[in-house]
Each structure stands twice: as structure tokens, then as C-alpha cells.
T-cell receptor, first 113, second 113 residues
Framework: EAGVVQSPRYKIIEKKQPVAFWCNPI?????LYWYLQNLGQGPELLIR????????DSQLPKDRFSAERLKGVDSTLKIQPAELGDSAVYLC???????????FGAGTRLSVL | QKEVEQDPGPLSVPEGAIVSLNCTYS??????FMWYRQYSRKGPELLMY????GNKEDGRFTAQVDKSSKYISLFIRDSQPSDSATYLC?????????????FGQGTILTVHP
């Protein structure tokens, strides 16, 4: 069974440019998460989806970040415009069931120059 | 003060040593406790999952939870060079906090031959 797939793995952009990340969760997992991981820190939740609905986006900086999960499967996370401080790893995770065990993708490493 | 505190290390041990990793937390609502392992440039991988005080063993790994002291530990017996990674503790509450993982900052472990 394929795990959580993220692309691209690496992205280098100049500040003020837009960027988008894509995530394909484990088949059948209805819950999808986007996390931000800064260097030397644990991941921090940005947004959580239950199917198509964003049920927790309280930590998402909505002035520049947006996310969508059309049809309740794949998801994209967008930053526009990117700032230097956005350089980090963006992780996607998915889960299914009461125990809510979250499985992570390999992440997208973003460098903003 | 962060909700979850984890000694960042780094921790360096010889092969075969017993490793002890620890986290403390302040939020009494946390009900589920996890340990993730993260290799360099990879996503976190679930190692252990527990929701009650006491010990849970899986091969060379033992997770220990003490809810009264708000303290969790991961023990690794007979450590191997392949155990070299960053170890993240993570916690989750119930109710409205269900689904949101709060991570420690991670402990970097190196096991040298």
C-alpha cells in the first residue's frame, strides 16, 4: 500500500513568489493534515480536513496561506506571496478511524531566497 | 511555556546501550501519547502509541506514560546505529482537541558502532 505522497520534494523560490504543495493521502483516509516543521523543531499543525471540510484552520496564516481539498482526496497548500520566514519543511499526514493514528509523507522542503 | 517539553539533546551513545528519551507536558487534556522517529530528510514515522498510564513494549522499544506526573518516556534497548534519528514525542487530547497532535521539539540520537 502506498503511503502519503507529497510533491515536490524540494522547492527553491524567491521571496514574494507564489508556491504550491501537493499531497495525496493514503487511500481511504478521510482525515488530512498539513504541518509546518521548522529546523530543530517538531511539526506544528496548520490545517486539518475531515473529507472536504477544513475543521481546524486556526493556525493557518490566512493572509498568505490557503489550502483546499477538493473531492476529499488530494490536497494543495499554497503560499502567496512567500516570505523568507516561510523556509521550512511542509508535511502532509493522513489518518482513519477512532485512534486517529497519523501517517506522514516525506515533506516538501521550501527555501525562500 | 510550551505545552510539551522535550530535551533536544543531542544524545550520543555506543551501540548496545540503553537509551532513555523523555517528555513532560502541561496540558491535562492530553489522552493519547505517541513516539515518532524521523530520519534525516524524511517524514516522521510512528513507533509507539498508547493512551493509558503504564508501560507498552514492542521489541526493543518500551513506551512509558505517567499521567499523574505528566511525563512520558521511550526506552530503546540494545541500541543500533540504524536507530540514529530524531525522536519526537507527540500528544493528542480528546473532545475539541481531538485530531491535533502537539509535538515536542525532538531529540537527536546518534548510536555509534
Amino acid at each position: 500500500e502506498a503511503g502519503v505522497v507529497q510533491s515536490p520534494r524540494y522547492k527553491i523560490i524567491e521571496k514574494k513568489q507564489p508556491v504550491a504543495f501537493w499531497c495525496n493521502p493514503i487511500s481511504g483516509h478521510n482525515t488530512l493534515y498539513w504541518y509546518l516543521q521548522n529546523l530543530g523543531q517538531g511539526p506544528e499543525l496548520l490545517i486539518r480536513y475531515e473529507n472536504e471540510e477544513a475543521v481546524d484552520d486556526s493556525q493557518l496564516p490566512k493572509d498568505r496561506f490557503s489550502a483546499e481539498r477538493l473531492k476529499g482526496v488530494d490536497s494543495t497548500l499554497k503560499i502567496q506571496p512567500a516570505e523568507l520566514g516561510d523556509s521550512a519543511v511542509y508535511l502532509c499526514a493522513s489518518s482513519l478511524g477512532v485512534e486517529n493514528i497519523q501517517y506522514f509523507g516525506a515533506g516538501t522542503r521550501l527555501s525562500v531566497l | 511555556q510550551k505545552e510539551v517539553e522535550q530535551d533536544p539533546g543531542p544524545l550520543s551513545v555506543p551501540e548496545g546501550a540503553i537509551v532513555s528519551l523523555n517528555c513532560t507536558y502541561s496540558n491535562s487534556a492530553f489522552q493519547y501519547f505517541m513516539w515518532y522517529r524521523q530520519y534525516s530528510r524524511k517524514g516522521p514515522e510512528l513507533l509507539m502509541y498508547t493512551y493509558s498510564s503504564g508501560n507498552k513494549e514492542d521489541g526493543r522499544f518500551t513506551a512509558q506514560v505517567d499521567k499523574s506526573s505528566k511525563y512520558i518516556s521511550l526506552f530503546i534497548r540494545d541500541s543500533q546505529p540504524s536507530d540514529s534519528a530524531t525522536y519526537l514525542c507527540a500528544m493528542q487530547g480528546g473532545g475539541t482537541s481531538y485530531g491535533k497532535l502537539t509535538f515536542g521539539q525532538g531529540t537527536i540520537l546518534t548510536v555509534h558502532p
